[in-house]
């Protein structure tokens, strides 16, 4: 879907900062860009956020787990991103569906081809016309981090459950690489920035 730009990358990357620093700047830069995250970005999909990190929700089955991802996106398609794209506005998601794909479908083990099916249903379409991985290993993100943030249920899963995500993103970059554009982050947050605003413009998304 033109002008619809997601964000991916493993825990502790930095992803939200980055897109944070990202939109300071077209602010700053007139750029007219509707910044937006998975899961949640509009109000019911906020709620079941919630229910999804919440650390007090350590039984949660993992397929219920994919359905509320996808709930939530099927929501914050309808309030956010379809309406933007509809008004010729650029989306920059931070997560979208290839986060279900590595984390459910493949790190949770409940198979690729199950979630890529589920989330046919949720999106339709409204696949992003490209998608930036921020390339850091799970070591080193939580090393840099200073561990994993245990009030977050994704996070304090544990460290084999994230290399299957980041292998996950590997994964999914080898099948589709014209649609991903691979950045290493593993420098300061001044050169992420710096190569996360090369690859828009050259893109042409901020033009």
């Known amino acids: 879907m033109r002008n619809f730009i997601t964000i991916e990358g493993c825990e502790g990357v930095g992803k939200t900062y980055q897109t944070s620093l990202l939109k300071q700047y077209c602010r700053e830069n007139g750029f007219d860009v509707i910044f937006t995250r998975e899961p949640g970005g509009s109000d019911i999909a906020e709620q079941i956020r919630k229910i999804i990190l919440d650390a007090n929700n350590k039984d949660m089955d993992d397929l219920c787990e994919a359905f509320l991802y996808a709930a939530s996106r099927i929501q914050h398609l ?51 016309e490209f998608t930036v991985f921020l390339d850091l290993s799970p070591e080193y993100a939580f090393k840099r981090k200073g561990g994993a943030d245990q009030s977050d249920r994704m996070e304090a899963v544990g460290y084999d459950f994230h290399l299957k995500v980041y292998e996950g993103y590997k994964q999914l970059i080898a099948a589709d690489p014209e649609r991903f554009e691979v950045i290493d982050a593993s420098g300061t947050k001044e050169q992420t920035q710096a190569k996360l605003r090369e690859v828009l413009i050259r893109r042409g998304v901020l033009k």
């Open 78 to 128: 309808k309030d956010i991103v379809k309406p933007a794209l509809e008004q010729g506005k650029v989306v920059i998601c931070d997560r979208y569906v290839d986060s279900s794909y590595v984390y459910q479908g493949l790190g949770r083990g409940l198979g690729l081809n199950k979630i890529v099916k589920l989330n046919e249903i949720a999106v339709g379409e409204y696949m992003p």
